[in-house]
């Protein structure tokens, strides 16, 4: 059974298999960096926006379980926007995979993304990729006779921008203009109108001999009536009608030759006789019913912190080195310094095992690996009853062996001895709150 949930960041996977992916199971470092290839600017235009928007609240990432009672989840639907973020977070992880100027403009968006950034993601979550193939299909295979998504046309569109108050937007294009003037006079209904070829109407109206036979004019982006405004409905009327019936077909009028050849064929009672010259047409209406402006509010986002250790974190320390890297991680910024971060975080959590260690008197050896320091002392606080098995969950799975899930052990490593592991702010977040409970825990008196 599906369900909504609310999904950290660092625990969604690409999907390896992604249909976009020339070459499957190539790792998730090299998956995203194979989708931002394939993307380029259109990644870049997704990056922008959800800088601007944020991520669409009716638009979930499908993902599934990596593995049964996971809590990390591979996206089924959404790997675009997943690298996206990914993109955003760290820029440097794009380099090489797109073109220099597309980098420079991540590396811009990544300073304003970092002041608000996006750390947990809607997502359905699925069991199965089976269970959600229909979805997925809905979403990517077309109009399927209706049952997916049925594109809105250039009238359509045209009408949304208008009702929206984009006040950006170009003025409405000719053939929505007259549309929505004859559906304001009632010559039209709506329904009706979605059966005018836009397009086709268009062609037909961008045409000069076709609008003076009309008795028209397109002036400062308004369409202007050269005569009786009822005679010039008609006129209108008569053409989209005959559109709509397919009388006149896309082909007869795709070149300006046949346009001018179907102006002049009119019937004479329809043919407009202008009254007024040139220039002094009178404006008709073509505004939509109750379109205004829309004036968007500005929510001012809670800025993340940019230390990795909160203020609120009170830690009882008993050990001088430790008290300073403690205030070191304290003062250090994110955003500005994350690889020194990175390096003196691990530095911090294994020291802190050390000194439970030899404080409590545990059997484990100072030369352990950090993987086995971190799960002896996770069990004797457990033991102890100053940690529940909750808080001490993601310690044991930072322990693992070979485990890349944040936090982990395997991962902390990376960062001080592969040269490709660039640590991100968001990631070192979630690895500290992850952490917490068990630090709080060690140094509790």
Sequence with gaps: MTEIKSVPLVDILIDVENPRLPQPSVGQREAIRGIAGEQGPKLLAMAEHIVQNGLNPADHLYVMPLKPGEQRFVVLEGNRRLSTLKGLDNPDLLDGAVTASILKEFHRLNKQYQQSPIENVSCIVFNSREEADPWIQLKH???LEGAGIVRWGSDDKARYRARIGKT???ALEIQTQVLNFLEHRGDLTTAERRKVPATSYKRLLETPRFREKMGIEFEDGRIKALADEDIVAKAL????????SRKIRTKDIYDIADRIKYADSLPLDIVVTQTKNSGGGIVL???????????KAKVKKAKLRDRLIPGDC?????????????????SLSLEDTPNAVSVLFRVFIELSCDAYVIRVKLPTAEKDFLGKKLQDVVKDLVNQKKLTEKQAEPVM???????????????????????????????????????????IAVWAP
């Design 285 to 295: 209406k073509t505004e939509i019913p109750g379109a205004k402006a829309k004036i």
């Design 237 to 244: 009327l008569y053409v989209a009608k005959a559109l709509m």
């Design 141 to 143: 295979d077309g109009e």
């Design 314 to 330: 009170v830690l009882s320390i008993g050990d001088a080195r430790l008290v300073d890297i403690d205030r070191e991680l304290r």
């Design 168 to 170: 950006k937007q170009p």
């Design 397 to 439: 799975r930072a322990g693992a062996k070979d485990s890349f899930l944040c936090p982990s052990v395997t991962l902390m490593n990376q960062y001080i001895h592969n040269i490709n592991m660039v640590p991100s702010p968001t990631d070192l977040r979630a690895h500290w709150d992850s952490l917490q409970p068990f630090v």
